[in-house]
């Protein structure tokens, strides 16, 4: 990366690590009382996951900008928090109401901070990737889809989640599971296109 390019990278990091750690921290608190119990609620959600995750991710390419490691862990990142992002756009805005998906802190989590990890990703820091590389940010929803699955339709009855994200109303998990994976594919190669321009 260039300098100008760096700089802008590390501007844009910073606000993604700052922000969410301020947001995250907030849920380990209610009515301004330490409360673990709402951060551990809180964690279910694939939002909060892929946020931290894009959080750290921003941390080590502020740390080990030029380390290829830390690159693959921004696509990771990144993918996580698009996924939430499009998640959002497409499905849980229309069911929910978008008016509820970018309120508070949810506004940075569902929209900002994905926009502004694809920026940094696909801009200031592209360095571009094989085909087969690309798919490394799969992970994220290849290790949470069977958990969100278990919790919400295998796990006993004390310890179900309840479906928040509605991808088993009328029984449909079958087809949510299938698309998430697929649509978390097709991100993925849009990916590879634009770290490949």
Same mark, same amino acid.
Request: glycine share 6%; hydrophobic share 55%; with cysteine.
């Given at each position: 990366?260039?300098?100008?390019?760096?700089?802008?990278?590390?501007?844009?990091?910073?606000? @993604?690590?700052?922000?969410?750690?301020?947001?995250?921290?907030?849920?380990?608190?209610?009515?301004? #009382?330490?409360? $673990?119990?709402?951060? #551990?609620?809180? *964690?279910?959600?694939?939002?909060?996951?892929?946020?931290?995750?894009?959080?750290?991710?921003?941390?080590?390419?502020?740390?080990?900008?030029?380390?290829?490691?830390?690159?693959?862990?921004?696509?990771?990142?990144?993918?996580?928090?698009?996924?939430?992002?499009?998640?959002?756009?497409? *499905?849980?805005?229309?069911?929910?109401?978008?008016?509820?998906?970018?309120?508070?802190?949810?506004?940075?989590?569902?929209?900002?901070? $994905?926009?502004?990890?694809?920026?940094?990703?696909?801009?200031?820091?592209?360095?571009?990737?094989?085909?087969?590389?690309?798919?490394?940010?799969?992970? $994220?929803?290849?290790?949470?889809? $069977?958990?969100?699955?278990?919790?919400?339709?295998?796990?006993?009855?004390?310890?179900?989640?309840?479906?928040?994200?509605?991808?088993?109303?009328?029984? #449909?998990?079958?087809?949510?599971?299938?698309?998430?994976?697929?649509?978390?594919?097709?991100?993925? @190669?849009?990916?590879?296109?634009?770290?490949? @321009?």
């Amino acid at each position: 990366m260039n300098n100008y390019n760096s700089a802008i990278s590390f501007f844009i990091n910073i606000i @993604i690590f700052f922000v969410t750690l301020i947001f995250t921290a907030q849920l380990f608190f209610k009515d301004r #009382k330490w409360c $673990p119990q709402r951060a #551990k609620e809180a *964690f279910r959600f694939f939002t909060v996951q892929s946020n931290v995750l894009c959080a750290i991710s921003a941390l080590f390419m502020l740390l080990f900008p030029a380390l290829e490691w830390a690159y693959y862990l921004k696509i990771i990142g990144t993918s996580a928090v698009t996924v939430t992002m499009m998640t959002v756009l497409l *499905f849980l805005g229309p069911v929910f109401g978008y008016q509820y998906m970018f309120k508070g802190s949810d506004l940075f989590m569902h929209l900002l901070t $994905p926009l502004m990890a694809l920026v940094s990703l696909c801009v200031f820091e592209r360095r571009g990737v094989s085909f087969a590389q690309a798919f490394i940010g799969i992970i $994220p929803v290849a290790l949470y889809g $069977p958990l969100y699955l278990y919790k919400i339709k295998f796990a006993p009855e004390g310890k179900r989640w309840d479906d928040f994200y509605g991808f088993n109303r009328g029984g #449909k998990w079958r087809i949510s599971y299938v698309l998430m994976h697929i649509g978390t594919a097709v991100l993925c @190669i849009i990916l590879y296109l634009l770290l490949n @321009i």
